[in-house]
Nanobody
Framework: QLQLEESGGGSVEVGGSLRLSCAASGYGYSISNRCMAWFRQAPGKEREGLAA????????YYASSVKGRFTISRDNAKNTVYLQMNSLKPEDTAIFYC??????????????????????WGQGTQVTVSS
């Protein structure tokens, strides 16, 4: 069983930055052969796909709401995925989740942001942006 654990959340002022980490563990499991993604969910809203990191050629995908402000990256040797968040806004306040596709599958360019495509999820980390 692949387990994911997010860290790095917290409170920050408008315009500030945070870097989230997602550490993967589980005997025999690696992120190197999986699509990894970050989602968020604000109170009363749907879970929103923010960014995904592909294997192979290393393509990345971003939601329009975060493109240019957030950057997803991965360190396969550390089995860790990151989300660098800059120029944070109050509307970024949410619980942020890390997710991984089941099996040895790459990100689908058309459906990477669909939460039901992902098999493994972390418990989430709270990010609060105050003005």
């Amino acid at each position: 069983q692949l387990q994911l654990e997010e860290s790095g959340g917290g409170s920050v002022e408008v315009g500030g930055s945070l870097r989230l980490s997602c550490a993967a563990s589980g005997y025999g499991y690696s992120i190197s052969n999986r699509c990894m993604a970050w989602f968020r969910q604000a109170p009363g809203k749907e879970r929103e796909g923010l960014a995904a990191s592909s294997l192979g050629r290393g393509s990345t995908y971003y939601a329009s709401s975060v493109k240019g402000r957030f950057t997803i990256s991965r360190d396969n040797a550390k089995n860790t995925v990151y989300l660098q968040m800059n120029s944070l806004k109050p509307e970024d306040t949410a619980i942020f989740y890390c997710a991984a596709l089941g099996g040895f599958n790459d990100c689908n360019p058309m459906s990477w942001g669909a939460h039901d495509a992902y098999t493994y999820w972390g418990q989430g980390t709270q990010v609060t942006v105050s003005s």
